[in-house]
């Protein structure tokens, strides 16, 4: 499988490390960048290349890092046809495969460690999704990550409260 890799420089050594591990398990890695550790380099700039690779290449996979991954997670989300997640555990990587069949998967170098990575990674990996007929949650949310059921106000008002 095709997988797209990036990361700034709290991510770098991680990415590094999960090059191998992925390499060594048979898959095609491309690496996005950064290429070599840079402490002024930012986050969205490989977010964004990860998540652009991904949409073009439909069969493929991408995993993007940065210290918290939250930040790398809001940048992803933000390409058509990407479904980024943050998982810092397996369950939620399975889940998110499994229920809504997550594309780019973020991790945050400040909370995983390389043998926890491992292990998310692998599960998320070997998640299948499972497309169940009538499941409509998955479909809520539109192809772009700016157009949401959610964002209408007919949406906020069934929940009670208004979006501002």
Same mark, same amino acid.
């Given at each position: @499988?095709?997988?797209?890799?990036?990361?700034?420089?709290?991510?770098? =050594?991680?990415?590094?490390? *999960?090059?191998?591990? *992925?390499?060594?398990?048979?898959? /095609?890695?491309?690496?996005?960048?950064?290429?070599? #550790?840079?402490?002024?380099?930012?986050?969205?700039? #490989? &977010?964004?290349?990860?998540?652009?690779?991904?949409?073009?290449?439909?069969?493929?996979?991408?995993?993007?890092?940065? &210290?918290?991954?939250?930040?790398?997670?809001? $940048?992803?989300?933000?390409?058509?046809?990407?479904?980024?997640?943050?998982?810092?555990?397996? *369950?939620?990587?399975?889940?998110?495969?499994?229920? /809504? /069949?997550?594309?780019?998967?973020?991790?945050?170098? /400040? %909370? $995983?460690?390389?043998?926890? +990575?491992?292990?998310?990674?692998? +599960?998320?990996?070997?998640?299948? #999704?499972?497309?169940? !007929?009538?499941? =409509?949650?998955? %479909?809520?949310?539109? !192809?772009? @990550?700016?157009?949401?059921? %959610? +964002?209408? !106000?007919?949406? +906020?008002?069934? *929940?009670? #409260?208004?979006?501002?």
């Amino acid at each position: @499988m095709n997988i797209y890799i990036g990361a700034d420089h709290r991510g770098y =050594s991680l990415k590094a490390s *999960l090059k191998k591990f *992925l390499e060594k398990n048979g898959h /095609d890695i491309f690496d996005v960048g950064n290429l070599r #550790f840079d402490p002024k380099d930012d986050y969205p700039d #490989f &977010a964004k290349k990860v998540a652009k690779k991904v949409a073009q290449d439909k069969n493929s996979k991408g995993i993007v890092m940065c &210290a918290s991954g939250a930040g790398v997670c809001i $940048v992803a989300n933000r390409v058509r046809g990407i479904r980024a997640v943050l998982a810092h555990d397996i *369950l939620l990587a399975r889940s998110s495969r499994k229920d /809504d /069949d997550t594309n780019v998967l973020c991790i945050g170098s /400040d %909370f $995983v460690r390389f043998t926890q +990575a491992k292990k998310i990674i692998s +599960a998320w990996l070997n998640t299948p #999704f499972e497309k169940i !007929p009538n499941k =409509s949650a998955t %479909f809520l949310v539109c !192809p772009s @990550m700016s157009e949401s059921v %959610f +964002a209408t !106000p007919s949406f +906020a008002f069934g *929940l009670g #409260f208004a979006l501002t």
